[in-house]
């Protein structure tokens, strides 16, 4: 497939083609008689730096009442290669990418996370093509509006990371959770999880699965700090 298809497909028109060939370039591809062909690793260095700075700036005008440490984390999981692969289905950069005979035959080429690195090598390439403008109004349109809230939503909900978080940055210590009761028949047991920390027990919850009773114990004893921080 030509890359007269795949700039239609990105919606954007390079004027220098020879850096959306280089984009599209593994490493692998780049030996013996192509060595002269560069790959995509310096792009994506770049466009991974572009790609970073956007998303912060989005997330700073979304939420601004938010920390920096879940600023990071809402960020961090923008921006892991599993969810930019994700996000870059629609190009089928496995029908575009260069990838030397080897790859292709052990199925490298349907890596998600090369298409990953890809798309990142991909917003590179058009930050050197036009400017950063241009850049950021492209990278941002590959993302709905729903990936911002949605990941925070998550992270929201994931009180043992915030407990950690902020128990750090108190320097109060490390939270841990010990299963210190099991009731229940096997096939529906019900945990109670001390959570802990120094050794010192904070406070106790039960759930159907460790995982449920370490969240609710979490997020009785975030919601108890907060308090606190609060008077």
């Avoid at 572009?50 to 700036?57: H, S």
């Avoid at 700073?60 to 009442?65: A, E, N, Q």
Wanted: aromatic share 10%.
């Amino acid at each position: 497939m030509s890359q007269e298809d795949f700039q239609k497909k990105l919606n954007y028109r390079f004027k220098k083609e020879a850096l959306l060939r280089e984009a599209l370039t593994h490493k692998s591809f780049s030996v013996e008689e192509n060595k002269h062909q560069h790959h995509n690793e310096r792009l994506e260095f770049l466009g991974d730096s572009v790609l970073n700075f956007v998303v912060a700036e989005r997330l700073l005008k979304l939420f601004p009442s938010e920390q920096e440490g879940v600023l990071s984390k809402k960020r961090a999981s923008l921006v892991n290669l599993n969810k930019l692969a994700e996000v870059s289905k629609k190009f089928e950069l496995q029908n575009y990418m260069l990838f030397g005979p080897g790859e292709i035959k052990q199925g490298n080429h349907l890596n998600a996370r090369i298409h990953g690195s890809c798309f990142e090598a991909l917003i590179g390439a058009i930050y050197l093509d036009s400017d950063f403008e241009t850049a950021k109004a492209w990278t941002l349109k590959q993302f709905n509006e729903s990936d911002f809230q949605q990941e925070a939503e998550a992270y929201s909900a994931d009180f043992k990371s915030r407990l950690q978080e902020l128990t750090q940055k108190q320097g109060s210590g490390t939270p841990s959770y010990d299963v210190v009761l099991t009731t229940g028949p096997s096939h529906k047991p019900q945990f109670v999880v001390a959570l802990k920390i120094n050794g010192e027990e904070k406070t106790r919850a039960d759930g159907a699965s460790k995982k449920q009773a370490e969240q609710k114990a979490a997020e009785i004893y975030l919601n108890e700090l907060v308090k606190v921080q609060r008077k």
